[in-house]
């Protein structure tokens, strides 16, 4: 059974560079009784496109400033903000004319999307100074595991955290916030407490007093879904997640229900998995903003068929196959409606989860409402090995049946990894599928995340 980390005797801590600490004392009283720690860092860079951009920009620190989409089509959104803008309420994701709205002297600045690749390869190419453990979540964070080498750096977790923020400073002109717990989801949240340019430690001992109390949509992988869920039932905080009824979290949202339950208690247990190293994903999702908005079945059918299509090709492609499907719509007012199911049989094949995805939205969903963005999302995912298991319960006919569309989508897929997208495609999907442009789906929904 594998034993965490829990520092400082159980102090707490929420401390900037220069606090007093004496974490060293902590760690190494936990090193006696046991062979191995769990020190987990989450390094969060604070604003980062708008910290890139104003490096070159210097003269407009003091001023709201915010990196954007093209402010003249309906992908033109908020990507990005400093802490000037952040004090006028500007929201990432919001449109620019929200914004503006809120804040008319917002200076906007079109995104260098390569730029900052670079800055994050650089910095993750530096995080690797203090470990192999180097995990990337998005462009601009990362969870590190210093559990084997923090004695090489003085056995104060604290004291590493605000060398790594200051080397930040110093080598890229940027600020990071680090979370520094026992477990990822932990270490996550201890990033987000403190921003910006702060180090925030969560121990076994003083989570309870320093989670607990916060908003369960604060908790890592609680979506906008799930939290609702919760709320009907009276579970607005992250401890009152972990007070419930864990049988009734799981009848209430399946196993993600008890998962959630687990790491509002401390009991994450995943590891730091380094870049290149392959992790079966939990779900596959594909979201679209359209050009315009998708009006009557025809058209909404189109939009799923094209997304599920782009999921069950990324299935394929990780040899998994689906057992549930989940729907996000949003309609032009930005408003969210997400519903899911499960499946009689595990598929990676589009016009299955097209199939489920339009049950779903005719039991939710009148055609003649105008479509804004639709997401579709792959769940509940088994390696294709389990799936072959589980599928010889059925029908030797329907198993053939089923082999030979499996054997087409591949062919297909081999036909656009040599020729292109565009090489081969569904009767059913609309032209100028190809030509739209992704934009940020529903909100807890990364789009095309595996």
């Given at each position: 059974?594998?034993?965490?980390?829990?520092?400082?005797?159980?102090?707490?801590?929420?401390?900037?560079?220069?606090?007093?600490?004496?974490?060293?004392?902590?760690?190494?009283d936990r090193e006696r009784g046991s062979a191995m720690e769990r020190v987990i860092f989450?390094?969060?860079?604070?604003?980062?496109?708008?910290?890139?951009?104003?490096?070159?920009?210097?003269?407009?620190?003091?001023?709201?400033?915010?990196?954007?989409?093209?402010?003249?089509?309906?992908?033109?959104?908020?990507?990005?903000?400093?802490?000037?803008?952040?004090?006028?309420?500007?929201?990432?994701?919001?449109?620019?004319?929200?914004?503006?709205?809120?804040?008319?002297?917002?200076?906007?600045?079109?995104?260098?999307?390569?730029?900052?690749?670079?800055?994050?390869?650089?910095?993750?190419?530096?995080?690797?100074?203090?470990?192999?453990?180097?995990?990337?979540?998005?462009?601009?964070?990362?969870?590190?595991?210093?559990?084997?080498?923090?004695?090489?750096?003085?056995?104060?977790?604290?004291?590493?955290?605000?060398?790594?923020?200051?080397?930040?400073?110093?080598?890229?002109?940027?600020?990071?916030?680090?979370?520094?717990?026992?477990?990822?989801?932990?270490?996550?949240?201890?990033?987000?407490?403190?921003?910006?340019?702060?180090?925030?430690?969560?121990?076994?001992?003083?989570?309870?007093?320093?989670?607990?109390?916060?908003?369960?949509?604060?908790?890592?992988?609680?979506?906008?879904?799930?939290?609702?869920?919760?709320?009907?039932?009276?579970?607005?905080?992250?401890?009152?997640?972990?007070?419930?009824?864990?049988?009734?979290?799981?009848?209430l949202l399946g196993r993600h229900g008890a998962q959630l339950h687990d790491y509002a208690?401390?009991?994450?247990?995943?590891?730091?998995?380094?870049?290149?190293?392959?992790?079966?994903?939990?779900?596959?999702?594909?979201?679209?903003?359209?050009?315009?908005?998708?009006?009557?079945?025809?058209?909404?059918?189109?939009?799923?068929?094209?997304?599920?299509?782009?999921?069950?090709?990324?299935?394929?492609?990780?040899?998994?196959?689906?057992?549930?499907?989940?729907?996000?719509?949003?309609?032009?007012?930005?408003?969210?409606?997400?519903?899911?199911?499960?499946?009689?049989?595990?598929?990676?094949?589009?016009?299955?989860?097209?199939?489920?995805?339009?049950?779903?939205?005719?039991?939710?969903?009148?055609?003649?409402?105008?479509?804004?963005?639709?997401?579709?999302?792959?769940?509940?995912?088994?390696?294709?090995?389990?799936?072959?298991?589980?599928?010889?319960?059925?029908?030797?006919?329907?198993?053939?049946?089923?082999?030979?569309?499996?054997?087409?989508?591949?062919?297909?897929?081999?036909?656009?990894?040599?020729?292109?997208?565009?090489?081969?495609?569904?009767?059913s999907e609309p032209r100028d599928a190809a030509r739209e442009r992704h934009a940020p789906?529903?909100?807890?929904?990364?789009?095309?995340?595996?």
């Amino acid at each position: 059974m594998e034993r965490m980390f829990d520092f400082l005797d159980g102090r707490r801590y929420n401390v900037d560079r220069g606090s007093p600490l004496s974490a060293e004392d902590g760690f190494r009283d936990r090193e006696r009784g046991s062979a191995m720690e769990r020190v987990i860092f989450h390094c969060d860079l604070n604003s980062f496109y708008a910290s890139v951009e104003l490096l070159d920009h210097p003269e407009l620190r003091h001023l709201p400033v915010a990196v954007c989409g093209d402010p003249e089509s309906r992908h033109g959104i908020i990507l990005a903000k400093n802490e000037p803008a952040k004090r006028f309420q500007v929201q990432t994701a919001e449109t620019i004319w929200q914004a503006k709205r809120k804040c008319p002297g917002l200076v906007l600045l079109p995104a260098h999307h390569r730029v900052y690749r670079d800055f994050s390869r650089r910095i993750n190419r530096m995080y690797q100074d203090y470990t192999d453990l180097v995990e990337p979540f998005g462009i601009d964070e990362s969870w590190l595991d210093v559990s084997g080498t923090l004695h090489l750096f003085g056995g104060d977790p604290v004291a590493l955290a605000d060398e790594i923020r200051r080397r930040m400073r110093q080598e890229f002109g940027l600020t990071i916030s680090v979370g520094v717990s026992f477990n990822k989801v932990f270490a996550k949240l201890g990033s987000d407490y403190k921003k910006p340019d702060a180090t925030t430690c969560i121990t076994r001992e003083n989570f309870r007093q320093l989670v607990w109390p916060l908003p369960v949509g604060d908790l890592l992988y609680v979506g906008r879904a799930a939290a609702e869920t919760m709320k009907k039932f009276g579970v607005r905080t992250i401890g009152e997640l972990a007070g419930f009824d864990r049988e009734s979290l799981f009848r209430l949202l399946g196993r993600h229900g008890a998962q959630l339950h687990d790491y509002a208690n401390g009991l994450d247990r995943a590891p730091v998995a380094p870049a290149g190293q392959y992790t079966p994903p939990k779900s596959v999702g594909s979201g679209n903003t359209f050009a315009r908005n998708l009006t009557g079945r025809e058209e909404f059918q189109a939009g799923v068929g094209m997304l599920a299509g782009q999921v069950a090709a990324r299935l394929r492609r990780h040899r998994m196959k689906c057992t549930g499907v989940a729907l996000q719509i949003r309609d032009p007012d930005f408003r969210d409606l997400s519903r899911q199911k499960r499946l009689e049989i595990p598929t990676c094949l589009g016009r299955e989860i097209a199939r489920a995805a339009m049950d779903l939205a005719e039991g939710c969903w009148t055609m003649e409402q105008p479509v804004r963005a639709l997401t579709v999302t792959a769940i509940a995912l088994i390696p294709e090995e389990e799936a072959a298991v589980q599928q010889t319960l059925f029908s030797s006919g329907e198993e053939e049946k089923r082999a030979r569309l499996e054997r087409l989508a591949r062919t297909t897929d081999a036909i656009r990894a040599k020729y292109g997208q565009g090489a081969i495609g569904m009767a059913s999907e609309p032209r100028d599928a190809a030509r739209e442009r992704h934009a940020p789906p529903p909100s807890g929904v990364r789009s095309g995340e595996d």
